[in-house]
C-alpha cells in the first residue's frame, strides 16, 4: 500500500468517525439523564481527538513527498 492510498483510508476513517459524532450528539440532545449526558460528551470528545488525528495523517500521508510541504511536527521524529 502506498502513502496516498493509505490517505484516502484515512480520509474514510475521518468520515466514520464525523458521522458517530453526528449521532451522538443527537442522541446526547435527546436524552434528559444528566448522567448519560456526560458519558456522550466524554465519547465525542474522544472520537473528536481521534476524528482530527485522522485528518492529519490523511493530510500528512498524501503530502509526504511533496517538495516544500512543512510536516506536522507531530507526526516527525
Partial sequence: MT????????RAHA???KER???LRAR???TRDP????A???????LGTMLREARELAVLTERYY???Y????KYTL
Fill in 28 to 30: 446526547q440532545a435527546g
Fill in 15 to 17: 468520515e466514520a468517525l
Fill in 3 to 10: 502513502l496516498l492510498e493509505l490517505s484516502v483510508e484515512y
Fill in 40 to 46: 456522550l460528551e466524554g465519547r465525542i470528545k474522544l
Fill in 66 to 68: 511533496e517538495r516544500g
Fill in 35 to 38: 448522567g448519560e449526558r456526560l
Fill in 21 to 23: 459524532i453526528r449521532l
Fill in 70 to 73: 512543512k510536516r506536522n511536527a
